[in-house]
């Protein structure tokens, strides 16, 4: 069903954490991951949605209910990266792993929110499927000085906003 909603896009997969260990037709906390075969079906997905404030809409009928607005999340691979200041040196005894990261959540994002928190950000990635590409749940903060990393490892836990998801979560 989601993918005959979604296939005049371009030729996809619907995937959602733990797929192959459920047996249910639906994803059973009410999202799924669309995988299509080209970016350009991305585009046409998008430009076919209605924005309301920073959200993409799409409008989508089931045997059950007609029209009803779905959320459309865009992941571009581009944003699982980002560097904060490139001339300073990545040192991984300076990188913290953050869990319970909001999937939409981008690396410039953790960057920032970390960077406010406890300074000395040069480096943030968020973790992603090695073959579908999308956001894991987790990411990883690497920072210039041993005194941020210092404060960010004592914290053991950061409030990362995004939208209306909230979480605290934990760092090691």
Known sequence: EITASFRRFGPLVVDWPHKAESKSYFPPKGYAFLLFQDESSVQQ???????????????????T????????????????????????????????????????????????????????????????DPELKYPKGAGRVAFSNQQSYIAAISARFVQLQHGDIDKRVCKH
């Open 45 to 63: 997905l998008i430009d076919a949605c209605i924005q309301d404030d920073d959200k993409l809409y799409l409008c989508v009928s089931s045997p």
């Open 65 to 128: 209910i007609k029209d009803k607005p779905v959320q459309i999340r865009p992941w571009r691979l581009s944003d699982a990266d980002f560097v904060l200041d490139a001339s300073l040196p990545l040192d991984p005894r300076k990188t913290v792993f953050v869990g319970g990261v909001p999937r939409p959540l981008k690396a410039a994002e953790l960057a920032m929110i970390m960077d406010r928190l406890y300074g000395g950000v040069c480096y943030a990635g968020i973790d992603t």
